[in-house]
């Protein structure tokens, strides 16, 4: 089981490290600091889990969230 989830890991960072901040500026931004990416990974293990999104379209969900919540305040 532990394979398994880090595999699943691997392939979440593997994304993160590709991101783009023209696309996704807020999760970019989150994943330069080692609390921020951990919580990035936490937040699409559950959407990929969850929702039954691939891990790419979890990334954009979360990115689309933080837009509205950062511009409801």
């Known amino acids: ?16 490290d590709e991101c783009v ?23 699409v ?3 990929v889990i969850k929702e039954k999104l691939t891990i790419a379209e979890a990334i954009i969900s979360i990115e689309m969230e933080f837009s509205v919540n950062s511009s409801d305040k």
């Open 21 to 43: 901040e023209s696309q996704t500026p807020t999760v970019c931004n989150l994943t330069s600091s080692n609390e921020g990416r951990k919580k990035i990974v936490e937040l």
């Open 1 to 16: 089981m532990e394979n398994l989830l880090e595999q699943f890991n691997t392939q979440i960072n593997a994304l993160l």
């Open 45 to 47: 293990q559950k959407k």
